[in-house]
């Protein structure tokens, strides 16, 4: 990963953000993107399926799908504070026997992760510079479903997320943001075999979520 957004991970992700989070979640449950994709996930059927969430925040998709009837869960993220948060939440939840954690880099440690029948990464690709590096090591992992929120490809977004890499200049840290090309998501998706079954556009923020071609119905 580029130095510039490897560093500040527990900075940019610290625990005060975590707590934030969680507070957000267990006032409101998850919002947004994230509900849609649990929500299209859900339709697809997940009863008995394994689950690996890269970047998995706080842990609402691995706790909504665990207490929906997936088997187990793997959640790999570069923020320490998250994971730990991810991990407590579990543990008060009753699910810490279906449940991993990993903390690093998923493009470094991917070759020692198993694969899943179901992967997501909820607005992870905008946090890491080489996406076909990550959506090529995550789409190999994923049995059935791959699910993805992410910034839509719009001439606003990619605006905003450049004052967002602006201010960080300005204060010095080393975090940046990427908007990524629908153009590579849409190619290296089919190129690994995968359908789009669901997609929600919206403003910022877009929810996709694909099924392998041999899992249609």
């Not at 699910?147 to 004052?163: E, K, N, T």
């Amino acid at each position: 990963m580029a130095e510039c957004c490897s560093r500040d991970y527990d900075l940019q992700f610290d625990d005060e953000r975590a707590r934030r989070d969680l507070l957000e979640y267990r006032a409101r449950g998850p919002g947004g993107g994230t509900r849609r994709l649990i929500d299209a996930l859900l339709d697809q059927g997940i009863s008995g399926a394994s689950l690996l969430d890269i970047g998995g925040g706080i842990g609402a998709i691995q706790l909504e799908l665990l207490a929906a009837g997936a088997a187990r869960s793997l959640d790999v993220d570069a923020s320490g504070p998250y994971l730990a948060t991810a991990r407590e939440v579990a543990e008060q939840r009753g699910l810490a026997d279906r449940t991993a954690y990993l903390h690093g880099d998923f493009v470094e440690l991917a070759d020692t992760v198993a694969g899943a029948d179901v992967v997501t990464l909820d607005r992870v690709i905008c946090c890491y510079p080489e996406l076909e590096a990550l959506l090529g090591a995550s789409l190999a992992r994923a049995g059935r479903l791959y699910g993805l929120v992410y910034p839509r490809d719009a001439w606003w977004v990619r605006a905003m997320l450049w004052l967002e890499n602006l201010g960080a200049t300005v204060f010095r840290r080393g975090f940046r943001v990427w908007a990524h090309r629908q153009s590579t998501i849409d190619r290296l998706t089919a190129e690994a075999g995968m359908e789009l079954v669901f997609a929600h556009t919206g403003l910022v923020w877009r929810t996709a979520l694909w099924r392998r071609r041999e899992h249609a119905a």
